[in-house]
């Protein structure tokens, strides 16, 4: 007998994180898919830096700027979300210069791992630790940080016949 996953209720002041997260998990899946239709190097890495500059960038400045306030600086989750936002920076940037196979596999692992983590250990804390007020708090900010809607048009990631 599989387990069902049953998704992830989020409280309505961390729902638009989720929805950027959901985003995020279908840009991993857009370029992996662009790996397996053999969509040229170039054409993922610039698709990889525009997301970079329109989504994940705003997207790390909202939980760094507004987010970590709220968590102990030695809780465990604090370091794993500026290691893993370190990590994907690096990685991103990195691809202006070398854009390979393996490092944009790696690029996409990591968003999934990084995105599961905060989605089911980071989200659940802060839900279960903080009151509803620091929450609305926190919703108030994000408002005023909105990310942009911009959509890439090339879309490498259907098979065409």
């Not at 630790?129 to 048009?153: A, F, M, N, Y």
């Amino acid at each position: 007998m599989t387990e069902e996953i049953k998704p992830i209720k989020r409280s309505a002041q961390l729902a638009p994180l989720s929805r950027e997260h959901h985003d995020g998990l279908l840009f991993a899946w857009k370029i992996k898919q662009g790996l397996e239709n053999k969509t040229p190097p170039e054409t993922l890495r610039n698709y990889a830096l525009w997301y970079w500059r329109h989504h994940i960038k705003p997207h790390f400045f909202q939980e760094e700027r507004i987010l970590l306030p709220y968590l102990p600086s030695d809780n465990p989750m604090t370091h794993r979300l500026k290691d893993d936002h370190d990590h994907i920076r690096e990685l991103v940037l990195g691809l202006d210069e070398h854009a390979d196979r393996r490092s944009l596999q790696l690029l996409c692992d990591l968003i999934n791992h990084h995105i599961r983590f905060e989605e089911r250990e980071l989200f659940a804390y802060l839900e279960e630790k903080l009151t509803r007020e620091k929450l609305d708090e926190i919703h108030i900010q994000l408002e005023k940080h909105p990310l942009g809607h911009e959509e890439w048009k090339d879309e490498f990631w259907v098979v065409k016949h």
